[in-house]
T-cell receptor, first 112, second 117 residues
């Protein structure tokens, strides 16, 4: 079945360093969504990418959708302690328009 | 305008007991989705319901699990004879139409953390 792979599983960074997480799908995606989940919290929607090659920015966060619509990335510039959490990508399980297939997430850990 | 409300936040059950998880959708929403999250994993789709109807339960185990969304009251996810492997966080989301908003994605409730001892 359709799978969404996400790497790395964990990333330890010093505050102020950059962070990147990568997402790859076994099939072409109609769109991809990104969520952030704080420890003990629930996933919070960040953004959706729809177009091939699309790039969107939210302050220090940059989201990209690959040309083939099978991969995506999230890059955070100059991490802050408020960025701590797990970042998930998720794509719709075609032809469903409601059932999301989630990556396993990348946990961002800020070194003390 | 309250968001998606789930209760209880934490639930501890002994093996063999029943667990009932409740989800009240956002006001005016008649579509509810349940997802399960095991530790260190992403969410897994379980079931999609509309008022009084199960639309898609393809992600829900055939045994011991059931879901309902009655005409009045919250949606209920019911797990009978719980086992240790049922320990997880269960999240629900709701939508106005037959799909989550494509502009805003899913809005999840705070979840129920089920621990089976």
């Amino acid at each position: 079945g359709q799978q969404v792979m996400q790497i790395p599983q964990y990333q330890h960074v010093q505050e102020g360093e950059d962070f990147t997480t990568y997402c790859n799908s076994s099939t072409t995606l109609s769109n991809i969504q990104w969520y952030k989940q704080r420890p003990g919290g629930h996933p919070v929607f960040l953004i959706q990418l729809v177009k091939s090659g699309e790039v969107k920015k939210q302050k220090r966060l940059t989201f990209q959708f690959g040309e083939a619509k099978k991969n995506s990335s999230l890059h955070i510039t100059a991490t802050q302690t408020t960025d701590v959490g797990t970042y998930f990508c998720a794509g719709y399980n075609t032809p469903s328009n409601y059932q999301l297939i989630w990556g396993a997430g990348t946990k961002l850990i800020i070194k003390p | 305008n309250a968001g998606v409300m789930q209760n209880p936040r934490h639930l501890v059950r002994r093996r063999g007991q029943e667990a009932r998880l409740r989800c009240s959708p956002m006001k005016g929403h008649s579509h509810v989705y349940w997802y399960r999250q095991l530790p260190e994993e992403g969410l897994k789709f379980m079931v999609y319901l509309q008022k009084e109807n199960i639309i898609d339960e393809s992600g829900m185990p055939k045994e011991r699990f059931s879901a309902e969304f009655p005409k009045e009251g919250p949606s209920i996810l019911r797990i009978q004879q719980v086992v240790r492997g049922d320990s997880a966080a269960y999240f629900c989301a709701s939508s106005l139409r037959d799909r989550p908003s494509h502009s805003y994605g899913y809005t999840f409730g705070s979840g129920t953390r089920l621990t089976v001892v």
